[in-house]
């Protein structure tokens, strides 16, 4: 995808609740936006912290469970084709000399956009870096924390820490390709599906990997070359060859890049007014929990209100000549033929 | 009632604590560096802390979900605890607790 250049009305940066909700609203103004999210999927926040868990403040809605929540806010915004860039951090926004944007990702894909919305929620979702000192300077060369290219653990020692579904199913992927295999997990209990644990252990009995109870210790290697992975086990210390380490630890949200866009921040989030949610960059604007101003409540339905401002807002900078009449979805044909129902 | 907080950095803290709130809210409260992402739901085991040896019976061991949840960090020790399960209440007067690393804000 390197190389792939889009233009657009409008880069809605972060899929979460209160960007998904920003699409509905620029939508009805004839706005066409596209998303980019770190994720795999929509939902942010909810999706990737709260699935299953019921929130009970959203307005009319007396219960919605997290992942619900995004199903919803995905079939409402449908009718507009929102599209959807995932496993893509934004890097760069960088203003052009007409006005608009220029946003570059991790994937060197580039967008050009005449508004920015920046729905960053927390931040960024990463993945955790477990508290092992001087992990940093083997990251990307011998510690990793997803597989790219299996390529890159053909013949060597692999450690593999975890109990997860993530740990499972790279023990179960990577197993007849590595040198050899060691499973570390804290304890003799797995959150991973009972199907992989089973077969983990099957390979366990059969000798073709190592399953070690413990933590890490520390990392022994030279230049972010990994030699020795040394555990802490229940047995005592001990000490793994390894040249490549995996740790699943799960995801955790960094503000990452956002901080270096050249926008006035408050405690590591984003300085708005309230009567567009506009950050200190005319034509980029901030809505939901990475957004600042005095009174600003984290709740997903501040970040709706956020969204149906912004939109008016942005309407003006893309269309600045056109007169924008206050309609009610109820009663507007123009708004319902939008949505496809009139 | 006043809890002892021991920093990353080893500095210890004394903070007053209010009945029914969360242990994780009132470190949180007071400023230290505690990241609690999840906001007490159980979702992200960084407000994990270390319980001091004589206050483990008192508050007492993990529930099953907080033992999967303690799985996504790499410190755990016998004494781990995530301090957003943790109530305060008159029987806790005294706690004495250490952030692990883990707890770290970015
Ligand atoms: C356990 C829990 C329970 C909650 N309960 C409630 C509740 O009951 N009611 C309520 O109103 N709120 C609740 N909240 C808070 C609510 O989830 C947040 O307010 C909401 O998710 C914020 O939405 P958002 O769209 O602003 O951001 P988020 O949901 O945080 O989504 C932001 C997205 O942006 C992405 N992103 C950030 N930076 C980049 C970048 N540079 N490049 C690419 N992608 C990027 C992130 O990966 C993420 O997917 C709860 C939160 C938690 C954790
Ligand atoms: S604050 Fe997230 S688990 Fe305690």
Redesign the pocket.
């Known amino acids: 995808m390197s190389g792939h250049e889009i233009t657009t009305d409008v880069v809605v ?9 920003a699409a509905f609203e620029l939508g009805l103004l004839d706005l066409k936006c596209h998303f ?4 795999d999927r ?9 699935p299953e ?6 307005p009319g809605f007396p219960v919605v469970t ?1 992942q619900q929540l995004t199903d919803n806010l995905m079939a409402q915004i449908a009718p507009f084709a929102p599209e959807f860039h995932f496993n ?4 760069s926004i960088d203003k052009q000399a007409d006005g608009s944007f220029r946003l570059v ?2 994937a060197d894909e580039v967008f050009h956009a005449k508004v920015v919305v ?9 993945p955790k870096r477990p508290p092992v000192e001087g992990i940093e300077a083997y990251e990307n060369k011998s510690v990793f924390y997803s597989v790219r290219r299996m390529d890159d653990f053909r013949d060597q020692d692999v450690v593999i820490v975890g109990g997860g579904d993530s740990a499972l199913d790279w023990t179960l992927n990577l197993q007849p390709i590595v040198r050899s295999l060691t499973l570390v997990h804290r304890r003799d209990a797995f959150k991973a599906a009972p199907a992989s644990v089973n077969k983990m252990r099957e390979l366990v009995m059969e000798g073709k990997i190592n399953f070690l109870q413990g933590q890490i210790g520390s990392l022994e290697g030279e230049n972010g070359q990994l030699k020795h992975v040394h555990l802490a086990t229940n047995a005592g210390d001990l000490s793994v060859p390894a040249t490549r380490l995996l740790p699943f630890f799960g995801l955790t ?1 960094k ?4 901080a270096d866009w050249g926008l006035a921040l408050n405690d590591n989030t984003v300085v708005v007014d309230t009567e567009k949610f506009e950050t200190s960059v005319p034509g980029i604007f901030a ?5 600042a101003y005095p009174g600003k ?7 709706f209100h956020e969204a149906a401002l912004m939109a008016q807002a942005a309407k003006k900078i893309i269309a600045p000549n056109e007169r924008v009449v206050f309609q009610y979805t109820t009663s507007s044909t123009k708004l319902q033929k939008k949505l496809g129902v009139a | 009632m006043e809890i002892h907080v021991t920093d990353q950095a080893g500095e210890t803290h004394t903070l007053e604590g209010l009945e029914g709130w969360r242990v994780m809210e009132v470190i949180r409260d007071w400023g230290l560096n505690i990241k609690a ?8 085991a960084t407000c994990h802390v270390y319980v001091g040896a004589e206050w483990f019976d008192v508050v007492g061991a993990p529930s099953a979900e907080e033992e999967d949840m303690l799985d996504s960090v790499g410190d755990v020790r016998p004494n781990s605890r995530l301090s957003c399960q943790i109530l305060m209440s008159d029987a806790l007067d005294g706690l004495q607790l250490t952030l692990a690393a883990s707890a770290a804000k970015d």
């Open positions: 940066i972060g899929a979460g609740p209160c960007g998904l909700f980019i999210d770190i994720l929509p939902g942010g926040q909810c999706a990737e912290l709260y868990k019921p929130i009970y403040d959203i997290g893509r951090m934004v890097n990702t991790d920046i729905a960053a929620g927390g931040g960024s979702f990463q949200m503000l990452g890049p956002v809505i939901g929990d990475i957004n409540l984290k709740l997903i339905l501040s970040g | 992402e999840c906001g007490g739901a159980l979702s992200c």
